[in-house]
């Protein structure tokens, strides 16, 4: 008789699951890469800085790992309250991950001589002073280096960064193209602490989909009120009901303004400037669902809002209870 075969134990290496906060200054790519990590347009991204408002979790989960992703705002110099908001919101949402990745966008570099002569800016260094402390590790994350066409140029500038800390690792990635991010995947894995998944892994946020919807507002707002007026905007979804027969969500809000001045900016010559916003919005927000959306927007003035904590509670902006990151 022929003995068994001794069988092997499985080699499959343990599940891992934990935190992962988005650091770094507005407009460095913080917004993109939580999509591009998750691979769904979760947090809305705009060219202008801080369009992130509060913190989002977008949830990266595989059969091995899953990795919660802490979108935060950008941390900046703050004056008015809401700015105070953003910035608070951004080191709490930091606070008691597993790993932090710094985040610092690759300058626009032409020659040699301007690759060696980059050095780090003032907004940077306070960025990264702010998460230093911290008790997780902190990679570096040098984001959008697909806008340099000679990624040598980029050797003298990592170096210099490099040096700011002692960062758990470097990485050059471009969220638009996919360069790097095999690389980053591997490292955030690699912090990921052993432990059963935390979330449904097919949940991909911890926000509802009212809150989606709002943020879709926002998003449009950006993209069509100019320079200045997206900042004293604000959204609120007064309701949110999903119609079966056809399948199809209607989708009430309200475009929250500073001062009276500013409600005829936002309507638009015979109101085609909140036409437009609302159907970039509705076509968005239908994407990401996958169904039809009805979006009715409403315009109202909310005195000051961003400098009134009071107000900011009711529109939204509020320190969670007890503190919940
Ligand atoms: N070329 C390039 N642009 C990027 C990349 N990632 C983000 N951006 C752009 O940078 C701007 C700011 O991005 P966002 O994600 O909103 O930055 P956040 O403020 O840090 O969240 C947007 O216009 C993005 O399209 C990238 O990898 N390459
Ligand atoms: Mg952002």
Redesign the pocket.
């Known amino acids: 008789m022929v003995a068994p075969l001794p069988t092997t134990p499985e080699t499959k290496s343990p599940h891992r699951a934990g935190y992962v906060a988005l650091c ?1 200054r ?7 890469l939580l999509n591009a990590l998750v691979g769904a347009e979760l947090a809305i ?3 202008q ?1 801080q ?2 408002r509060q913190r989002l979790l977008g949830m990266w989960s595989t059969d091995e790992i899953q990795a919660i992703l802490v979108d935060t705002p ?1 941390i900046h110099r703050a004056r008015s309250a809401l700015n105070r908001y953003m910035v608070d919101e951004a080191v709490r949402g930091a606070s008691d991950v597993d790993l932090v990745l710094f985040l610092a966008e690759a300058p626009v570099l032409e020659d040699q001589t301007t690759a060696e002569a980059w050095t780090p800016g003032e907004g940077a260094l306070a960025a990264l002073e702010a998460v230093a402390g911290l008790r997780a590790p902190i990679a570096l994350v040098i ?2 280096v ?2 340099i066409a000679e990624r040598s140029l980029l050797l003298p500038v990592i170096a210099k960064l490099a040096r700011l800390h002692d960062f758990a690792a470097v990485l050059p990635v ?3 193209t996919g360069e790097g991010m095999e690389a980053l995947r591997a490292e955030i894995t690699r912090h990921l602490p052993e432990g059963p998944a935390l979330y449904d892994p097919e949940q991909l946020s911890d926000r509802d989909l009212r809150w989606h919807a709002g943020e879709r507002v926002r998003e449009a707002i950006f993209r069509f009120l100019g320079e200045e007026l997206p900042y004293s905007c604000a959204v609120t979804v007064e309701s949110y009901r999903e119609q079966q027969r056809p399948p199809k969500d209607i989708v009430r809000a309200t475009v929250h303004v500073e001062r009276e001045s500013q409600k005829p900016m936002v309507i638009g010559k015979g109101g085609q400037t909140i036409r437009k916003i609302s159907s970039t919005a509705r076509e968005a927000f239908a994407a990401f669902t996958g169904r039809a959306c009805d979006l009715f927007l409403t315009v109202k003035v909310t005195r000051n809002w961003t400098r009134e904590p009071e107000l900011m509670k009711k529109l939204g902006y509020h320190q969670p209870v007890g503190g919940d990151s």
């Open positions: 770094g507005p407009n460095v790519g913080k917004s993109t991204a705009s060219s800085p369009t992130t950008g984001t959008k697909d806008r471009a969220a638009t």
